[in-house]
């Protein structure tokens, strides 16, 4: 675990991660199974910093170019980041993505299966992804319908993507609770292990209920 330090940031991080290893305990899990990715989308290098130099190295983006505005520079001082695209990927930013993420969260339909798996062997760089579902069947969110996921699912792997597991994002304003356990059983009925899954308000709920990756920004 990271030390602890009176840093305003360090403190967040150091709550976070002692929520994270209360909610394995409960669920008789080890904390180390749960990548926790701290989400810096609006914030810039010099607020990343913090979190950088007290150890973490997990962080997730949202958005390609802003993204490409702060994390080469912050990558050539800390070359063991690992960055994660956790927004929602247009197809023609796919070159982009491919060049700097380490993985992408929100593969959810054919066109950027074809334009990412396009891009990973051009440049000879395999990006493990993970399939997001619309488990909340709401029209606003991306991720593909669950009745959808195994031809996804064929369709990444027929394409040479490597799938990580399966995303979602449940609906606001309720219990995320049985959406989580959707997600689980999914994940499960289709041969995948990995679960990115719980945002700061919900994720000792997700950690719980099998979650392999958890999203945290307000949090931290």
């Avoid at 060049?99 to 299966?113: C, G, N």
């Avoid at 991306?142 to 994002?169: K, T």
Wanted: net charge negative; proline share 4%.
């Amino acid at each position: 675990m990271i030390e602890k330090d009176t840093n305003l940031e360090d403190q967040a991080l150091n709550d976070v991660i002692g929520k994270i290893e209360k909610g394995a305990r409960i669920a008789t899990r080890k904390a180390s199974d749960v990548a926790l990715i701290a989400v810096s989308k609006t914030r810039g290098a010099d607020e990343i910093r913090p979190l950088l130099d007290a150890g973490h190295r997990i962080f997730g983006e949202n958005r390609v170019q802003e993204a490409m505005e702060k994390w080469p520079g912050l990558k050539a001082d800390y070359p063991d980041v690992e960055l994660h695209m956790i927004g929602q990927l247009q197809s023609n930013k796919a070159a982009e993505a491919v060049a700097l993420f380490d993985y992408i969260h929100a593969l959810d339909r054919l066109s950027l299966v074809k334009a990412l798996a396009k891009e990973m062997q051009r440049q000879d760089r395999q990006i493990p992804c993970f399939l997001q579902v619309n488990v909340g069947e709401e029209s606003q969110k991306g991720g593909c319908d669950i009745e959808a996921l195994p031809q996804l699912l064929e369709q990444a792997r027929e394409a040479g993507i490597m799938v990580a597991g399966l995303m979602a994002i449940p609906p606001g304003d309720t219990n995320p609770a049985p959406y989580f356990a959707l997600l689980a059983k999914l994940a499960r009925d289709n041969g995948l292990d990995g679960l990115s899954m719980g945002m700061s308000g919900d994720f000792e709920a997700a950690i719980k209920l099998g979650a392999s990756h958890i999203r945290v920004g307000t949090a931290l």
